[in-house]
């Protein structure tokens, strides 16, 4: 048996499996079975920690998307295992530095949320026929229009599968953007942390907003912070369950 923490942020779900000692790897088919929402225990993702020791960061992540492939980064869920670790006794917090596939980030975790540094700024933000191209150490495809919520969000994302694709407008207030998610290896989410970076990013340099932006998804609001040259997403985040299922 194994013990596996779940943990959301803004609807956006994974099981974190805290391995420190680095004895229980997994792999697609693993990530693949344990998110699956009527078989497994069900996810948006699957994250496993463990801990390299000094000089490296105080965690390395793994993360699987929900169809076993694997993902470079997300925000949301650097977040949750950041919650999760410090829930846990693994880390004492409030700081702590993450490593992924997309390099280190550095997590805060406070009562009300937790904040991560998702890297610089100055990222290539490439503007096309499609939409425009956001690179955060994952891919996105950030695409604005008038009613986000009508939009064929399946269709408008099966052209581009390697990609995370957001459809989004500005408002309703200002300084803030409500959008949509399709992730790829896993559909349409409640929310998408990195993809808020990338949305948020595009409309301050649209003129569209200002440099601290509130993202609005279906399943909550991030708040996105553009500056000193550095991207932070902040966010609630809340423990689920704890579930031990068998091991393959």
């Known amino acids: 048996m194994v013990r596996l923490l779940k943990y959301e ?18 792999d697609g088919a ?65 700081e702590l530095v993450i490593g992924t596939d997309a390099g280190e980030r550095r997590a805060v975790v406070a009562a009300g949320g937790v904040r991560v540094d998702m890297g610089p700024a100055d990222v290539a933000v490439t503007g096309g026929p499609h939409g ?6 994952n891919p996105h495809l950030v695409i604005r229009l008038a009613d986000p919520g009508g939009a064929d969000l399946a269709g408008l994302a099966a052209p581009h599968p390697e990609v995370n694709v957001h459809v989004y407008a500005p408002g309703p207030e ?3 953007v409500t959008m949509r998610t399709w992730e790829r290896g896993v559909g349409e989410t409640e929310a998408c942390g990195s993809g808020a970076c990338a949305v948020a990013l595009t409309a301050h340099r649209g003129g569209l907003a200002g440099p601290t932006v509130t993202v609005h998804h279906a399943g909550g609001d991030a708040v996105v912070e553009l500056r000193r040259a550095r991207i932070t997403l902040s966010g609630p985040v809340e423990g689920v369950a704890a579930v031990e299922v068998p091991w393959p």
């Not at 420190?20 to 790897?25: A, C, F, Y």
């Not at 949750?80 to 846990?88: G, I, K, Q, Y």
């Not at 425009?132 to 150490?137: E, I, N, S």
Request: aromatic share 2%; net charge negative.
């Open 174 to 176: 200002p300084d803030a």
């Open 30 to 94: 693993t990530a693949r079975a344990l998110c699956h929402r009527r078989r497994g225990v069900g996810a948006d993702g699957l994250i496993r920690a463990t801990t390299p020791g000094p000089p490296g960061p105080d965690l390395a992540m793994e993360l699987y998307n929900a169809d076993g492939s694997r993902a470079e980064i997300s925000g949301n869920g650097l977040r949750c295992l950041a919650r999760a670790a410090v829930d846990a006794g693994l880390h004492p917090g409030p």
């Open 132 to 137: 425009t191209a956001v690179d955060l150490g």
């Open 9 to 26: 942020s803004l609807g956006n779900d994974f099981l974190v499996l805290l391995d420190p000692s680095g004895g229980q790897p997994v």
